[in-house]
């Protein structure tokens, strides 16, 4: 029997309504929780709308997966429209619930579905999408694109530098002393996407340090392990992304920059400005 699979990720991949409409993607909204609302990212709000009403609350919102109900409707659908199984790209599972929801949701359904940690979420995600397609065009079965997708994870890299720390502080993870201290001082932290958890890695004096040590891992991975396309990825901060894209293409002209905007969801904590560079060893 002919498989027909169909695919499945959620809004921290950003994907371009080009690539949903081109892959036939079906994406779960994740959510952003205020006291006042419950935002479906992509659809209740544009980011620079969601960044305005985050500058002037001193609320910390919570982020949420999609509801369980919302992903068996979505793989009953699927089933009924013929379906043989789906691949669902999903955001660390360190970020977010909704690959484990993936499981439970596919067995109450009674659909077969291949869930994929993807251990990151942005540009990364885009591209396990893009060549997942290009497999089951070659007629590999969504067993083995899987197992390859699930590998690819451990090959994905995104370092970002958020502009201040003023929503990590607000999100707890950064004190009033080290707030006061990174604003008087102008201390950057570097925060690097390692096994599906997002680890300080790097704090200095500076934005040009910061953006130095990013590029520094990059030049190291295009020497090493081929990288040839790479993205800009930022937090409604694009004229800054478009900037430092055209001086990475002067320092790196074999590969090809392109620009993303990061989920919501991270700029949550990362905060508005927020600026980095993403990548998929290989690739």
Request: proline residues 3%; charged residues 20%.
């Amino acid at each position: 029997m002919t498989e027909k699979i169909a695919w499945v990720t959620d809004t921290a991949a950003l994907l371009s309504d080009e690539v949903i409409k081109q892959y036939n993607v079906h994406v779960l909204p994740l959510h952003i929780v205020f006291t006042d609302m419950d935002i479906r990212e992509t659809i209740d709000i544009t980011s620079e709308k969601f960044y305005e009403k985050l500058q002037g609350t001193k609320e910390h919102p919570k982020t949420s997966q999609p509801p369980i109900g919302e992903v068996i409707a979505l793989y009953e659908r699927l089933k009924a429209e013929g379906y043989t199984c789906a691949v669902a790209v999903h955001t660390s599972k360190h970020l977010s619930g909704t690959y484990q929801t993936a499981f439970a949701a596919a067995e109450q359904a009674g659909f077969t579905v291949y869930p994929i940690d993807s251990k990151i979420g942005s540009f990364p995600m885009q591209k396990m999408i893009e060549v997942g397609n290009a497999m089951q065009a070659d007629g590999v079965a969504a067993s083995e694109i899987a197992e390859q997708l699930t590998a690819m994870a451990d090959r994905t890299r995104l370092s970002f530098i958020p502009t201040s720390l003023s929503q990590l502080h607000k999100s707890g993870r950064v004190s009033g002393t080290q707030l006061f201290l990174s604003n008087l001082l102008n201390i950057k932290l570097v925060i690097s996407f390692e096994d599906g958890v997002a680890t300080m890695k790097e704090k200095v004096r500076a934005d040009k340090r910061a953006r130095g040590y990013v590029v520094k891992q990059l030049g190291d991975d295009v020497l090493h392990h081929g990288v040839t396309q790479v993205a800009v990825i930022h937090c409604n901060n694009e004229e800054v992304a478009k900037k430092w894209r055209g001086e990475l293409q002067i320092a790196f002209p074999q590969v090809t920059f392109s620009i993303t905007e990061l989920s919501i969801c991270v700029g949550v904590h990362a905060g508005e400005g927020t600026l980095g560079l993403s990548w998929v060893q290989g690739v």
